[in-house]
């Protein structure tokens, strides 16, 4: 098993920034990669970004420039710095483990005003 703690949400103003953290406890050897999802109210969750467990990211392309997925293996945990926040940013983000299994955290809101 695998427990997920987000942190770092709240709320914002456009053009501002936040930085999200995920926390891992448990088995986490069995990560081969850890990812952000976001689901804004009546939406789908949505991928934001990845990164694979030799350090390489992955962004989708509405926060490609603005969002940087980075990891502390040290403290077993991962970190989105977003800059630039846009009101369309505003979402609950999960974080997720993937690797023999896939976990999810509880989500953290971010909320940018206009």
């Known amino acids: 098993q695998v427990q997920l703690v987000e942190s770092g949400g709240g709320l914002v103003q456009a053009g501002g920034s936040l930085r999200l953290s995920c926390a891992a406890s448990g088995s986490i050897f069995s990560i081969n990669d850890m990812r952000w999802y976001r689901q804004a109210p009546g939406k789908q969750r949505e991928f934001v970004a990845r990164i694979t467990s030799d350090g390489r990211a992955f962004y989708e392309d509405s926060v490609t420039g603005r969002f940087t997925i980075s990891s502390d293996n040290a403290k077993s945990t991962v970190y989105l710095q977003m800059n630039s926040l846009k009101p369309e940013d505003t979402a609950v983000y999960y974080c997720?483990?993937?690797?023999?299994?896939?976990?999810w955290g509880q989500g953290t809101q971010v909320t940018v005003s206009s």
């Open positions: 997720a483990a993937y690797g023999l299994k896939n976990y």
